[in-house]
């Protein structure tokens, strides 16, 4: 028995997964942007 063979169960996965990724733009517009920090850039240069 799958975890995610249901259609209900599937449907409030994606929809929570798709809802989570839009909090967190709306959170931290530039997060996918500035992958590694100043610091750490600085240090692999």
């Known amino acids: 028995m ?3 063979k249901s259609d ?3 449907n409030f996965t994606i ?3 798709l809802g ?3 909090v967190s733009f ?3 517009p530039d997060m996918w942007l ?7 850039a600085q240090v692999l240069r």
Do not use: C, K, M
């Open 2 to 4: 799958s975890l995610l």
């Open 8 to 10: 209900l169960v599937r």
């Open 15 to 17: 929809g929570f997964l």
């Open 20 to 22: 989570a990724l839009a």
């Open 26 to 28: 709306q959170v931290a």
């Open 34 to 40: 500035d992958a590694a920090p100043d610091a750490v």
